[in-house]
Nanobody
Framework: QVQLEESGGGLVQAGGSLRLSCAAS????????MGWFRQAPGKEREFVAA?????DMTYYRDSRFTISRQNANNTVYLQMNSLKPEDMAVYLC????????????????WGQGTQVTVSS
């Protein structure tokens, strides 16, 4: 059974930083592209960042964010800097067979999400 477990969310002041983590299990981690999405109340889920299985290709919605992965630990990270109130959302981890799938919003597996709250 595939599980994606996010952590690292919380409350931060505008201009601050957070680092999200997603621990994966039940899949051959290095063969999956990994991504981060977010969903704010009343809004559609939107793409944030994605990284290829080997880590050599990345795509971002915003240059304030950096995605990385450690295949030895089956973990993907999202470093978020200069956070703004509009970044407030539930951030979800996703695992996809293709990087292009993640970029278009498709994924084979989803985590439950971690809440990021940004105070102004």
């Amino acid at each position: 059974q595939v599980q994606l477990e996010e952590s690292g969310g919380g409350l931060v002041q505008a201009g601050g930083s957070l680092r999200l983590s997603c621990a994966a299990s039940g899949l051959t981690f290095s063969t999956y592209a990994m991504g981060w999405f977010r969903q704010a109340p009343g809004k559609e889920r939107e793409f944030v960042a994605a990284i290829s299985g080997s880590g050599d290709m990345t795509y971002y919605r915003d240059s304030r964010f950096t995605i990385s992965r450690q295949n030895a630990n089956n973990t993907v990270y999202l470093q978020m800097n200069s956070l703004k109130p509009e970044d407030m959302a539930v951030y979800l981890c996703a695992a996809g067979l293709r990087l292009s799938h993640l970029k278009s919003g498709r994924s084979e597996y989803w985590g439950q999400g971690t809440q990021v709250t940004v105070s102004s």
